[in-house]
């Protein structure tokens, strides 16, 4: 009797296991971002890039393709991210240039690493586009840790919506990181996010009487002061000051997981062009220690990769007033880094190197 009520408990819980597996995936993970109006319901902050992109993702996979001649998908940290005016800007610019159609999204978010770059080409799949993805030295510093654990304490919906695949958790394995539970099993996590987010919107319903409803601010954090002339870059922070130990450290980490953003990219018919992005003037003697290496490193890569290449680094006369830090643009520099940008894309679509 023991036996069969103990079986019996099993095939429950079983089939309960296949039933929340399968409800979590269809309804959480693709058709509650189908619907655009819950999007400002679902902002943790007013700069919370991660919501945007798991909406955004949707709005790709499920646009019309015909109604481009070639679409972008532009890869980056929060560099990447202040690097543009906006989405509308570059595909109107683009397309005045160009005289196609063309389609531009921005998937950027603050401590990016390339780790979530291959989450992001995993789920898109073959989109039908170019990817763009943004490079720089300060972005082959980051560490094993800040690869997966940083996005779960600080960006909850990066594993709400994007599982890291199999690929990247060997290498990150590889390279001293313990994986967990956690990284390969969204439900637990996705009942944690949801849960919080219910509360949030019922006790500011309580008190005000209507569902709190945040407006996305793209780049919120651009206009703020640039570094002074006279102020030492090594005072900035660890990544600003570009210290080689973290470089040295791992680069080689960094680098195998960009060689997986390419594969995946590859893998789904997507062309990719590398977009090397400007540094501080006032940094360079940090960025000197790095450059001999990096630039090396870089050349290998797009020759092995046979990849398309822009060195943004060198493509205008950058000045100490365009950053607000060692590689974060402001408005003098964004506009600039903008228009340069579309300008080359633009001569790319033309001259038939991007064909979608």
């Given at each position: 009797m023991k036996s069969k009520e103990l079986r019996l408990l099993l095939w429950i819980t079983m089939w309960l296991g296949v039933l929340l597996g399968s409800a979590e995936y269809i309804i959480l993970k693709g058709w509650i971002w189908k619907i655009a109006s819950l999007e400002p319901y679902m902002l943790r902050q007013v700069d919370d890039s991660w919501v945007r992109i798991a909406f955004e993702l949707q709005r790709i996979k499920n646009r019309n393709r015909k109604s481009t001649d070639c679409f972008f998908i532009y890869l980056g940290g929060s560099a990447g991210r202040d690097s543009i005016i906006s989405d509308n800007y570059m595909m109107n610019k683009l397309s005045d240039l160009s005289g196609k159609t063309v389609g531009f999204s921005s998937l950027c978010s603050r401590f990016k690493t390339f780790s979530t770059e291959a989450s992001i080409l995993d789920e898109l799949g073959d989109f039908g586009g170019t990817v763009l993805i943004t490079i720089e030295a300060l972005r082959f510093t980051r560490r094993v840790e800040e690869q997966l654990s940083y996005y779960y304490e600080n960006f909850p919906v990066f594993f709400f919506y994007l599982t890291p695949n199999d690929r990247v958790i060997e290498l990150l394995t590889e390279h001293g990181y313990r994986p967990k539970f956690r990284d390969r099993i969204r439900l637990f996590r996705t009942v944690e996010v949801m849960g919080d987010i219910v509360k949030r919107q019922m006790k500011h319903f309580l008190h005000t009487g209507n569902m709190k409803r945040l407006t996305y601010q793209h780049g919120s954090r651009r206009n703020r002061p640039p570094v002074p002339q006279d102020k030492e870059p090594g005072i900035i922070n660890r990544y600003e000051s570009m210290h080689f130990q973290d470089y040295a450290s791992y680069h080689?980490?960094?680098?195998?997981?960009?060689?997986?953003?390419?594969?995946?990219?590859?893998?789904?018919?997507?062309?990719?062009?590398?977009?090397?992005?400007?540094?501080?003037?006032?940094?360079?003697?940090?960025?000197?220690?790095?450059?001999?290496?990096?630039?090396?490193?870089?050349?290998?890569?797009?020759?092995?990769?046979?990849?398309?290449?822009?060195?943004?680094?060198?493509?205008a006369q950058w000045d100490a007033v365009d950053f607000r830090d060692a590689h974060h643009l402001r408005q003098p520099g964004y506009q600039k880094y903008s228009a340069i940008l579309s300008e080359k894309l633009a001569e790319l679509i033309r001259n038939f190197h991007v064909i979608r």
């Open positions: 080689q980490l960094n680098l195998e997981l960009l060689r997986e953003v390419i594969k995946r990219a590859h893998s789904n018919n997507c062309q990719i062009i590398l977009i090397d992005i400007p540094q501080n003037p006032l940094f360079s003697a940090q960025i000197a220690v790095l450059s001999p290496h990096y630039d090396e490193m870089v050349h290998v890569l797009v020759k092995e990769n046979n990849l398309l290449y822009i060195d943004m680094r060198h493509a």
